[in-house]
């Protein structure tokens, strides 16, 4: 913010984003002076601003559009109060069936368990630590590190990668305890897709879901005990198989995107670790369904629907996107960044 030579605050552009953010979002203009005058504001200066922005035919023109998009926003809570008739919970179904899956879940963007379905998957088998460093330890891998310096590590994940020897990484892993510092994702995908390319000739397709002739076919995640994957939603729908490992896995359905402080991207600002309600205090309100994605297990994750991942072991997945019904979903995504 810039100062005057008196030591006042100057009203800048940023001040005059806040205040049209503001008034569009209802706040009364006397609050918003009485906090640029606390913030060392001028009382005039904060008055012409104000009544400035009130007159100005640009507000006049966001308003309107703020009142478009209230009625997207009532379409929303409908289908957050039908989300509240029943006790929305994540089922779980053995070798759940094709045609149901889509009718219960793929269509309706349910998220969904499904087990016995990777019982025949050799990596069920032969995958952990120690296979890894035998068999491609010298592949020269990518991973995401220091994360715990920076609050923003996934939305910065490019900054974070750092390649090196696969069984360096294996022995990390194995050394670390709780961290999440570091963690191999599908950030990463493409240079390890082909150094550990091997890995795939252990999976076998899910072919009761997935086109099996699709280029798209995984993305390798692998890190220890405490790593987490902060709320987002994905613009695709995605499977998450779990080999082996445990992970605790939040979900809040795509209604309640106005109440999730969704402010760039895909991102939420709320830490599923300890959700701050003083902070956050339209969560209150928000439906979050929680469950643990167990070895051999596979969660269907819809899109759009939010969901944050925490390592509870040492685990290893395998997520893919390449579903027999369509999936395009990204062609009418908006592209703005900030919200």
């Known amino acids: 913010m810039e100062q005057v030579s008196q030591g006042a605050m100057r009203v800048d552009d940023e001040w005059r984003r806040w205040i049209a953010e503001n008034l569009i979002l209802g706040s009364a203009p006397q609050s ?35 009142n478009r998009l209230a009625k997207h926003d009532w379409i929303l809570d409908i289908q957050r109060k039908l989300n509240r008739q029943f006790e929305l919970q994540v089922e779980r179904h053995h070798k759940l ?120 076919d995984g993305f390798f995640w692998l890190g220890p005990a405490g790593t987490i994957t902060p709320f987002h939603h994905d613009l695709t729908n995605n499977f998450m198989a779990q080999v082996f490992g445990r992970k605790r896995v939040l979900l809040i359905p795509p209604a309640e ?40 297990e596979i969660l269907f994750l819809p899109v759009g629907c939010w969901h944050f991942v925490e390592g509870l072991d040492v685990s290893c997945t395998v997520s893919s996107i390449n579903f027999r019904w369509d999936n395009d979903f990204t062609g009418f995504y908006p592209g703005q960044l900030d919200y």
């Open 32 to 66: 918003l002076c009485d906090v640029m005058v606390g913030a060392g504001i001028d009382a005039a200066e904060a008055r012409r601003e104000l009544d400035a922005a009130q007159t100005s035919p640009y507000l006049a023109g966001a308003t309107r559009l703020k």
């Open 257 to 296: 995107v106005a109440r999730v402080y969704n402010h760039r991207h895909c991102f939420s600002e709320v830490d599923g670790r300890n959700i701050d309600y003083a902070r956050f205090p339209m969560m209150r309100d928000v439906q979050v369904l929680e469950c643990i994605l167990n070895p051999g």
């Open 97 to 216: 069936g094709r045609d149901r899956f889509y009718r219960e879940f793929y269509s309706t963007g349910r998220p969904v368990i499904i087990t016995g379905m990777l019982d025949d998957w050799p990596a069920m088998q032969k995958w952990n630590l120690d296979y890894f460093a035998g068999k491609f330890g010298d592949a020269e891998v990518q991973v995401q590190f220091g994360r715990d310096r920076d609050a923003q590590y996934e939305i910065n994940s490019v900054q974070h990668r750092q390649t090196m020897r696969f069984g360096d990484y294996v022995a990390k892993i194995a050394n670390a305890g709780r961290t999440n510092d570091f963690y191999m994702t599908a950030n990463n995908t493409s240079q390890n897709r082909r150094a550990l390319a091997g890995l795939w000739r252990d999976l076998k397709p899910l072919s009761e879901y997935q086109d099996a002739g699709s280029p798209d």
